[in-house]
């Protein structure tokens, strides 16, 4: 670089610059809600691995990333880095995401969405005759649809497993499935690939585990509940008791924790 001459204090000083740091947006996304896929409309938190990097939130969902590239990244003509990012907001699961810097690509990155998902909620209700009284033993599940490949789990998840995460019959009967999107510990729902149908499922991706029956049953006293109600918009349930079935569209409220679906069957 030019040498330049900088006079301060009544005295002359000749400068050669080493580098020039220029503060610019180093990469931006968007974060939407899993459900809805729509840009986030409420506060959300970032939070870096790093502290030479300024994150800046907006209220439509929209984020950006900026510093001194030169001084962040100093090998980034010669290889790729990458910044370690936690996404939340209230209501919603945390989301770590890896941000991937590729070699000597232009700034500003574009970032694939980003999706939370809503923390999940119980579905409760109460299961009557049309005189009101109470029926016990009805059995509550997901009805499987050609749209919607779901399991209503009687109890959650003990773990989290991905999509491709294999479900099968217990005991064994050569019919399986997979996951298509993850499941959180604590879900109860799992959405499948394929309808399975089975009493008791077993779900694994070959480190963990878990066995556990479909669907929940009402009380003696008509009463049902079922707890980890998540990534999902809504679901057919189905209720059986043996003599009478009836199906109801459950469109799920993440805003309430819990949700109430009464039947009368």
């Given at each position: 670089?030019?040498p ?25 996304g ?5 459900v ?28 950006y ?56 909620v ?26 919607q ?9 003990s ?45 694994t ?38 003599a ?9 409220n ?8 009464d039947?009368?069957?």
């Amino acid at each position: 670089m030019l040498p330049r001459k900088v006079i301060a204090n009544g005295l002359s000083y000749t400068i050669v610059d080493d580098v020039t740091l220029d503060f610019r947006v180093l990469a931006h996304g968007r974060v939407i809600d899993a459900v809805t896929q729509r840009a986030l409309e409420q506060p959300f938190f970032i939070v870096l691995d790093r502290q030479d990097i300024v994150v800046k939130a907006q209220s439509d969902g929209l984020f950006y990333l900026a510093g001194k590239a030169e001084a962040v990244f100093p090998k980034h003509a010669s290889q790729p880095d990458m910044i370690q990012a936690v996404l939340s907001a209230r209501g919603y699961v945390d989301q770590p995401i890896p941000i991937n810097v590729p070699m000597a690509a232009p700034f500003p990155i574009v970032l694939a969405d980003v999706e939370l998902r809503p923390e999940a909620v119980m579905l409760s209700g109460r299961v009557t005759n049309s005189a009101g009284a109470p029926i016990a033993g009805t059995l509550v599940t997901a009805k499987d649809l050609p749209a919607q490949h779901a399991l209503l789990l009687r109890s959650p998840l003990s773990h989290q497993y991905g999509s491709g995460a294999t479900v099968s019959t217990v005991p064994p009967s050569g019919n399986t499935g997979t996951l298509i999107q993850t499941a959180n510990v604590g879900d109860a729902v799992l959405s499948m690939n394929g309808t399975l149908a089975a009493t008791k499922v077993q779900v694994t991706d070959g480190v963990n585990t878990d066995q556990i029956d479909v669907g929940v049953l009402s009380d003696a006293n008509g009463y049902y509940r079922a707890r980890g109600i998540g990534g999902v918009s809504s679901l057919t349930l189905l209720f059986d008791n043996g003599a009478t079935t009836k199906t109801t569209l459950y469109v799920v409220n993440y805003a309430a924790a819990v949700n109430q679906v009464d039947i009368v069957l």
